[in-house]
């Protein structure tokens, strides 16, 4: 049974910095991973995905310069950081998780995607 943890929540002022984890267990092959947000009364949206190497990555046009994503597949963890941060950035962020048949394939579609954490809340104050 595949397994999503996120981490790292909370409540950051403008101009902060939280940093997101995302624990995987039970996968069980090379996995492709993102992260999304979903703000209260919007869809959810594409923030940054990562390939199995690392050495691919992608972000959304709202997020870019401003987030990182990177993993340890050692340790089975993805991580978001986040700095600079807006109130706008206010979200409940998702990880998720699919099967990569490549090394250095990411993917920006929340349907591309099979696994999903329960979710984690970003609140940014001005």
């Known amino acids: 049974q595949v397994q999503l943890v996120e981490s790292g929540g909370g409540l950051v002022q403008a101009g902060g910095s939280l940093r997101l984890s995302c624990t995987a267990s039970?996968?069980?092959?090379?996995?492709?991973m993102g992260w999304f947000r979903q703000a209260p009364g919007k869809e959810r949206e594409f923030v940054a995905a990562i390939s199995w190497s690392g050495r691919s990555t992608h972000y959304s046009d709202s997020v870019k310069g401003r987030f990182t994503i990177d993993r340890d597949n050692a340790r089975n963890t993805e991580y978001l950081q986040m700095n600079s941060l807006k109130p706008e950035d206010t979200a409940v962020y998702y990880c998720?998780?699919?099967?990569?048949?490549?090394?250095?394939?990411?993917?920006?579609?929340?349907?591309?995607?099979?696994?999903w954490g329960q979710g984690t809340q970003v609140t940014v104050s001005s």
């Open positions: 998720a998780a699919r099967p990569s048949y490549t090394d250095n394939s990411y993917f920006t579609t929340s349907s591309y995607y099979g696994y």
């Open positions: 039970g996968l069980t092959s090379r996995n492709a």
